[in-house]
């Protein structure tokens, strides 16, 4: 029952206070380890504390645990209906590298022919039947179909046409127009204001083929954290979501370490929302739809190192809105589709400012439109680029990344030291401000 109020609770309630981008909250989970640890093991046959295929078994491990705790899911594919919320803090999650693998079930939607106008959590739909209890949904429509506008929660009860949610709706639906619906988005495996949770041996496949789009990393993700402190997600494969790939928002010390993010439609790897000191190492995130690595809004004091980033729709690394302060080393960013970097663009006072990149490889990206190692769009102070290989390595007309570093007109410091820039079809720097120099 604990989880189940975490699911149907948490998101929602929290986008009360979370009206946009960037509001924190108070509180979290917190417990000191049991006396005796124990481990709960989850198997799909045989002996085990839970055996099952589905959400409700692992759902049930989860609820078994205590802080010191390790859940164990043995090997096999077990297909989800709702996101397994890990409940309490300090426990351990771990599956069989690459052959534990949780699947999103395929997605579901309806209209909403009446109800969920604000504080409401009844909703009249069009198919009922589609529906079963306790089935992740979220209630979305054409003005609040992104970030923290959309309630995620859970199917309490159906009676005949009626779908009775655990969480009420945020704003008035707009189910007269006909936008409103009821769909089964939620992220595969997720976490709530917790702390010392690690997460390690998981693949989390967000079945993109059988689903339509689903959440932003607001809300969700192959593997999601919310409002955590001091986590660790390690050797995970986060792919096909149909969204982002590992995302985790308004947190302080999540690290992620020999991951890899890939065939997402959105974002690889995404730290976002007032997300402090984050830790992303030796990951592999590409072939996602968009970026490989977005730092969102106010990621600061985050370390970036030793990562390949590769053949992402758009770019390799987005950085933007007062993401600050931020170093990143020894990565290889390479053939997204039309920068490596990508400072998105924003007025000087929410520029993200002051990041480091040393010792990085930026080659070979952009299209054979237009392509840069380098793109900064932003009015931004003191970014640093020293000590790079930012390059066009390839011969003839495989050759697309133009320029090295292209910075468009406006109050933008770039200081670039020590590079080697080469191979561009253009120029090494194109700044339109005149004043950076190779």
Not at 202 to 212: L, M, R, S
Not at 264 to 291: A, D, E, M, Y
Not at 409 to 433: A, F, I, P, W, Y
């Amino acid at each position: 029952m604990k989880s189940l109020l975490l699911k149907a609770t948490l998101p929602a309630a929290l986008t009360l206070t979370l009206l946009f981008f960037g509001c924190q909250t108070t509180g979290e989970s917190t417990g000191s380890p049991s006396a005796a640890a124990k481990t709960v093991t989850v198997a799909q046959s045989g002996q085990a504390d839970v055996v099952g295929t589905d959400d409700i078994a692992l759902q049930k491990a989860a609820d078994m645990l205590s802080p010191g705790d390790t859940l164990s899911i043995g090997p096999g594919v077990y297909t989800l209906g709702n996101s397994l919320v890990i409940p309490v803090s300090g426990v351990t999650v771990r599956g069989v590298p690459g052959e534990t693998v949780l699947k999103k079930a395929p997605g579901i939607a309806s209209r909403v022919i009446d109800g969920g106008d604000w504080g409401e959590s009844d909703l009249r739909v069009a198919e009922p039947e589609k529906f079963r209890a306790g089935m992740g949904v979220s209630m979305t429509d054409r003005r609040h179909d992104g970030g923290y506008y959309v309630v995620t929660t859970y199917v309490k009860a159906i009676a005949g046409d009626t779908l009775k949610l655990a969480e009420r709706s945020i704003h008035d639906l707009d189910y007269i127009g006909g936008t409103a619906s009821i769909e089964s988005k939620f992220p595969v495996l997720a976490a709530y204001r917790v702390r010392d949770l690690v997460i390690e041996g998981i693949t989390a496949d967000g079945n993109k083929d059988e689903n339509p789009y689903a959440l932003d990393g607001c809300r969700g993700g192959a593997i999601y954290l919310f409002d955590c402190r001091n986590c660790l997600i390690t050797g995970c494969v986060a792919r096909n979501y149909n969204g982002d790939g590992i995302s985790f928002q308004i947190t302080d010390s999540i690290s992620v370490i020999g991951c890899e993010a890939t065939g997402n439609t959105g974002l690889g790897i995404h730290p976002g929302t007032g997300s402090w000191r984050p830790v992303v190492r030796n990951c592999h995130t590409h072939h996602n739809g968009q970026i490989g690595l977005f730092l969102c809004y106010r990621v600061r004091l985050g370390q970036f190192t030793d990562n390949l980033i590769d053949y992402n729709g758009n770019y390799g690394i987005s950085i933007g809105h007062k993401d600050s302060d931020n170093l990143l080393t020894g990565n290889k960013v390479r053939f997204n589709g039309f920068s490596g970097v990508y400072f998105r663009k924003n007025e000087l006072q929410v520029g993200g400012h002051r990041n480091v990149f040393r010792g990085n490889e930026i080659t070979d990206n952009g299209s054979a439109r237009e392509g840069y190692g380098v793109y900064v769009e932003a009015t931004n102070v003191d970014e640093v680029f020293e000590n790079n290989l930012i390059a066009e390595t390839r011969a003839g007309n495989e050759r697309t990344q133009q320029y090295g570093v292209y910075i468009k007109k406006g109050d933008s410091r770039v200081r670039l030291s020590g590079n080697t820039m080469q191979g561009h079809t253009r120029q090494d720097v194109q700044d339109e401000n005149g004043v950076a120099l190779k």
